[in-house]
């Protein structure tokens, strides 16, 4: 099994060839083709490379998929005693990415 460890967006991700992650918004057009190159750590077979911090030579491909709205949050700030009450929602912006190769130049 080849998986990689990318770093995007100030996150780590787990990344598998043939599945689609959600990350925070990529600015770019639907059907795009995009390269990952902060990739971490490569394990190719049993084979583990590991980057100081980043493997140069790794690259991913992949292709956006569609940018939708995550889960809603919901944040609730009360002060005791106070009155004072503030509830407020959050929907994170995402891309949905499909992770179309992991390649080793």
Same mark, same amino acid.
């Given at each position: 099994?080849?998986?990689?460890?990318?770093?995007?967006?100030?996150?780590?991700?787990?990344?598998?060839?043939?599945?689609?992650?959600?990350? =925070?918004?990529?600015?770019?057009?639907?059907?795009?083709?995009?390269?990952? =190159?902060?990739?971490?750590?490569? =394990?190719?077979?049993? =084979?583990?490379?590991?980057?100081?911090?980043?493997?140069?030579?790794v690259?991913?491909?992949?292709?956006?998929?569609?940018?939708?709205?995550?889960?809603?949050?919901?944040?609730?700030k009360?002060?005791?005693?106070?009155?004072?009450?503030?509830?407020?929602?959050?929907?994170?912006?995402?891309?949905?990415?499909?992770?179309?190769?992991?390649?080793?130049?």
């Amino acid at each position: 099994m080849k998986y990689a460890i990318v770093e995007i967006s100030g996150r780590q991700f787990w990344l598998e060839t043939g599945k689609y992650y959600d990350f =925070n918004r990529i600015s770019t057009e639907l059907g795009k083709q995009i390269t990952l =190159n902060r990739v971490l750590l490569l =394990n190719d077979e049993g =084979n583990i490379l590991i980057g100081k911090p980043y493997l140069e030579s790794v690259k991913i491909k992949g292709k956006i998929l569609e940018h939708l709205r995550g889960k809603k949050t919901i944040i609730y700030k009360m002060r005791p005693k106070k009155k004072t009450r503030k509830k407020q929602g959050h929907r994170q912006e995402l891309t949905r990415v499909l992770i179309e190769e992991i390649s080793i130049s």
